[in-house]
């Protein structure tokens, strides 16, 4: 029988259960023997609504971007450092656009078999179902979808990987 999960995507927002979404792909990534893709969006059509709004100036609008494009390189070296340490290579994708739309490209450029997602936040009401990509992501998705949910547990279990090199980590949980 054929390997059924050969390569996962991981989506990042840089909120604590993206993170452990990405912790429990490596996890499962190094169990499976699969490939891991993580992708991170700059959200940049948010962005462009809200100049539109003129919630934003156009200056505001280029530094918030630049901003984020920070967090967002920050959040996939870390990644990509918690993947060394178990000794999982980790192809790191930047994207710009919209979320759902990228991600289901990244999907399609990389033949993904599945997505892993943080855990959905907690919807107040119906704008924030709307608004949340995660949410689209996953009832959208035309692909098995694997939901973190459970931060201690996926923490202890990506710890329970045997380290390689004895590579230290200095960011905090």
Known sequence: MEQMFKRLLVYLDGSE?????????????????ASLTAVYVVNTKALLDLVKAHIFLDAEQQEYQRDIEGDAQRHLNHVQKLGRKKGVDITCLRREGEVTKEVRAC?????????????????????????SDTDRMMRS?????????????????????????????????
């Open 17 to 33: 259960d993206s993170m452990s979404a990405a912790m429990a792909s490596i996890v499962l990534a190094k169990q499976l023997g």
């Open 107 to 131: 999907i399609s450029e990389h033949n993904i078999d599945i997505l892993v997602l943080g855990g959905l936040s907690e919807i107040h009401s119906r704008r924030d179902e709307l608004l």
């Open 141 to 173: 998705a035309s692909l098995p979808v694997f939901v973190v949910k459970d931060n201690d547990d996926v923490w202890d279990m990506y710890e329970s990987l045997e380290d390689i090199d004895g590579e230290e980590m200095y960011e905090s949980r």
